[in-house]
Every structure is written in structure tokens, then in C-alpha cells.
Nanobody
Framework: QAQLVQSGGGLVQAGGSLRLSCVASGNTGGISRMGWYRQAPGEQFEPVASMFNDGTTTYSDSVKGRFTISRDNAKNTMSLQMNSLKPEDTAVYYC???????????WGQGTQVTVHS
């Protein structure tokens, strides 16, 4: 599996923007999809967005139209541009990677995003 290191996040007012980044290293050749999950306090993990190697993207209904996922496969990097942020977007965000032939996933270390009203 690959190692994922995240950067970005922080504190922003409602309506503002933040960008999260993730760099994969190690066994990156088997990655089939990269994405983002989040976990708000007291809540379960929620898938936010993902992008397959062919560029196909998925977004949760709660972020569609506001968040944009992008990948640079050659550099093994991924970003999440978050616009029009809302207080309900407050959560710890995790970078993830899926691999061919296994259900195991790699997870980043998590980064806090806090949106003040």
C-alpha cells in the first residue's frame, strides 16, 4: 500500500475557500482511485469526493457544485478545492487511496477543516 501525506485545511469563515492536498508515495502503481473522506465530531466517516484513474469523479450530494477534486497521476498528487464552505463542512478530512485487487485502503493522517458562521 501507499503512504499518503496531507496538507492544507485550517480555519475559515462561511463562504470562504480552502484547498487540501495529498501526496502518495511508496507502492503507488496499484492505486485505482483516490479520494477524500471526512468525519465530523460524533459522526461516521462520510465519503466526500473521489477520482478514478480514468478521470471519473464522484461527489457527495452535500458538496456537489462547491468542491472540486483533481489529480496529477504522474506526480501522485491529489487536491480538493473547497469553495462556498459552510459550517456543516467542519470535519477532519482524510485523503484515501483504493488499490486494484484488494479492499484495503490507505489513509492520510487527517487534517482539520473548521468553518465559522
Amino acid at each position: 500500500q501507499a503512504q499518503l501525506v496531507q496538507s492544507g485545511g485550517g480555519l475559515v469563515q462561511a463562504g470562504g475557500s480552502l484547498r487540501l492536498s495529498c501526496v502518495a508515495s511508496g507502492n503507488t502503481g496499484g492505486i485505482s482511485r483516490m479520494g477524500w473522506y471526512r468525519q465530523a465530531p460524533g459522526e461516521q466517516f462520510e465519503p466526500v469526493a473521489s477520482m478514478f484513474n480514468d478521470g471519473t469523479t464522484t461527489y457527495s450530494d452535500s458538496v456537489k457544485g462547491r468542491f472540486t477534486i483533481s489529480r496529477d497521476n504522474a506526480k501522485n498528487t491529489m487536491s480538493l478545492q473547497m469553495n462556498s464552505l459552510k459550517p456543516e463542512d467542519t470535519a477532519v478530512y482524510y485523503c484515501t487511496a483504493d488499490f486494484y485487487g484488494t479492499l484495503k485502503m490507505s489513509w492520510g493522517q487527517g487534517t482539520q477543516v473548521t468553518v465559522h458562521s
